[in-house]
């Protein structure tokens, strides 16, 4: 869903997928296909600076147990609202952000910085955050067809793999729907956040 929003109505631009800005960045250099320089450099600073802040602090409170994965989603969701905020009535950019556009993609690249350090803490097996090539890779080499035990053999590592795919396009599907129906980006940006703050809740039931 944050990939929706970023590519459709602020971008076009990644603001988890980073290989893609590299790309943008580099077309945009050379002056292919009408791309803005000013969102994926944004975007790029933007991670970069939320992932050394969350690995600063997730780093400082790994000796509170779960304390500090509740903590990360409530900041990551935090900034999503402030992204939301930012992108309030703003219309697509159609190719041509403004100000506020990459105002709002820098916040939810923040955001998505944290995200990722989060996610690589957490490691769950064969469920990338943003990355669905190594997923596929491992997926297709790992199965009956490839049968390559280094890339974890096994129905349950083949059922992770599907469903991680599964999921990251559900959340495309939704978001691109969400924006079709008429949906302003930020309704969608507080869908996501909701979403974040529902795992957190959870995951506080689930370890009391």
Known sequence: ??????????????TAMQTGDVLFLAFGAVGEGGLSLSAPVASLSAFAVGTAVGARMETRLQSHRHRWFRLALAVEAGLICVAA?????????????????????????LAMG?????????AVPDVPTTLVTRTMTAMIGGSVVGHDAALGYG????????????????????????????????????????????VAVLHLTRTR
């Open 155 to 198: 129905k349950r590592a083949g059922l992770r793999r599907v469903a991680s795919i599964l999921a990251m396009f559900a959340g495309g599907v939704i978001g691109a729907l969400l924006l079709r129906a008429g949906r302003s980006a930020t309704v969608v940006l507080f869908a996501a956040a909701a979403m974040v703050v529902a």
């Open 1 to 14: 869903m944050i990939e929706a929003v970023s590519l459709l109505a602020l971008g076009p631009v990644f």
């Open 114 to 122: 944290i995200r990722g350090v989060t996610a690589m803490r957490v």
């Open 85 to 109: 905020l930012t992108a309030w009535d703003l219309p697509r950019s159609g190719g041509v952000p403004t100000a506020r556009h990459v105002a709002a993609t820098a916040v939810l690249a």
